[in-house]
């Protein structure tokens, strides 16, 4: 065996996993292909090169995505490090420099004594070390298929087809109702009903609003069980009403008639906190989603934890294939991270990145693994990952749904924030003091 650790992919995932691996002492070699061979979405050959957007999302500590942030920031991450040196003005967002934020990057990498950065690509997965793939939504197709061969074809996904997900506190529960068709099955959904000039109202607005157009190589054709919502609506008013809306089996309890159509929500973890509309996969932009998806009743006020999307993307099964330290089940040298894992978003991915790095860091030493607490960002995104049911696994962002509930939380949704956020951080502090991370 190698006694480096080789890591596939310079993106930000990469690049974390291999800043947090060469800080605790470990030789590391990162493969990037580019600039030798480019994806259709890259501009460049830098390192951690930002390509949908500058902004790394909120920084602010009493949202999700900036306690997730500030649990990076205590682990010296290189992505937030280099973030805020490339900052530029945009409120509470943590938007930068595109290229000054990857030049600095690249730098810090490439001045690392125990760094080796070699821009080849890689067509099968290392087998004689420790290896770490994190190549991110827009993998090669030669390695693609190393990994489809590794996971198992069925564990391979090269699209997101995701429905919206609600915050459970959001949804007016004196419309919607829990109930399993025919009563078989348990309450693990809740049903929003619609009389007919409801769904009629629904119908017209969904067909005529606004959609996001595919870039030209996320032009590929739909799979039928994956059909976007509006698309299925444009076949026919009653598609839906005989699809995804069907309300057969169903029984509203306030007027005892079964309704003309029927929005299930399907819980999309053990503690309810969040709930994902089933068959709502969708290419309406996001204004027009909160908009539209708003009419259907109970949902008037509905707060969005994660809109819905259909894109290319590349990710595994990761419940079926991956421990929560983020090792392959079938072989304990290797790790995958990043986007490829099931998360969406780049601080996301540089997040699963450096808890790879850590963790192949820790292997390579002789040392125990780790994984932070559910209760902490970090965490709950891991436990997404990890502990998902495998039969409906989509990548997630992170979210105040993912977060176990606070016992005798108070009403106030602020309040309620403020105190996840705090534990959040006092558990981070004790698992890295734990975990000898200080």
Request: aromatic share 8%; hydrophobic share 40%.
């Amino acid at each position: 065996m190698r006694d480096d650790l080789v890591i596939v992919g310079g993106g930000l995932a990469g690049s974390e996993a291999a800043w947090q691996a060469a800080n605790r002492g470990v030789k590391v070699t990162l493969y990037e292909m580019r600039p030798k061979e480019m994806t259709k979405a890259h501009k460049t050959g830098g390192l951690a090169e930002l390509v949908c957007s500058n902004s790394l999302g909120s920084a602010d500590p009493q949202n999700a995505p900036g306690i997730l942030k500030e649990e990076m920031r205590r682990l010296d991450s290189l992505i937030i490090a280099s973030a805020e040196r490339a900052r530029v003005p945009a409120g509470s967002a943590l938007a930068v420099d595109r290229e000054q934020f990857s030049r600095q990057v690249t730098q810090a990498l490439e001045g690392h004594p125990n760094i080796r950065i070699l821009h080849e690509e890689i067509a099968d997965i290392p087998a004689d070390c420790a290896c770490i793939v994190a190549t991110g939504p827009l993998t090669s197709d030669t390695l693609s298929q190393a990994i489809r061969a590794a996971t198992q074809s069925q564990h391979l996904y090269f699209y997101d087809a995701i429905s919206p997900i609600i915050d459970a506190d959001s949804i007016d529960l004196t419309i919607a109702f829990r109930a399993s068709r025919y009563g078989k099955g348990d309450d693990d959904y809740l049903n929003c009903p619609m009389t007919q000039e409801q769904y009629d109202i629904f119908y017209e607005a969904l067909t005529a609003a606004e959609k996001v157009q595919p870039k030209d190589f996320e032009k590929t054709p739909y799979f039928e069980a994956c059909i976007p919502i509006e698309v299925m609506a444009e076949r026919g008013r009653q598609t839906m009403q005989f699809g995804p809306l069907k309300p057969v089996g169903l029984e509203d309890p306030r007027t005892g008639r079964r309704p003309a159509a029927v929005v299930q929500l399907r819980t999309e973890n053990n503690h309810r906190t969040c709930y994902n509309l089933v068959g709502f996969q969708t290419k309406l932009t996001y204004p027009e989603q909160k908009r539209v998806f708003r009419l259907i009743p109970g949902l008037e006020q509905a707060e969005f934890l994660r809109y819905g999307s259909l894109h290319r993307n590349t990710f595994i099964n990761s419940p079926q294939l991956l421990m929560n330290t983020l090792q392959f089940k079938a072989r304990a040298t290797l790790f995958f991270a990043g986007q490829l894992v099931g998360v969406e978003g780049y601080t996301e991915s540089a997040a699963m990145g450096g808890l790879a790095g850590i963790n192949a860091a820790r292997l390579l030493t002789g040392k125990p693994l780790v994984t932070p607490p559910t209760t902490t960002a970090h965490g709950c995104l891991v436990a997404h990952v990890a502990l998902s049911d495998p039969r409906h696994f989509q990548p997630m962002n992170t979210n105040f749904g993912l977060f176990p509930p606070l016992p005798n939380a108070p009403r106030d949704k602020e309040a309620k924030r403020r105190l996840i956020a705090t534990r959040a951080l006092e558990d981070f502090e004790s698992w890295k003091t734990r975990s000898g991370l200080s």
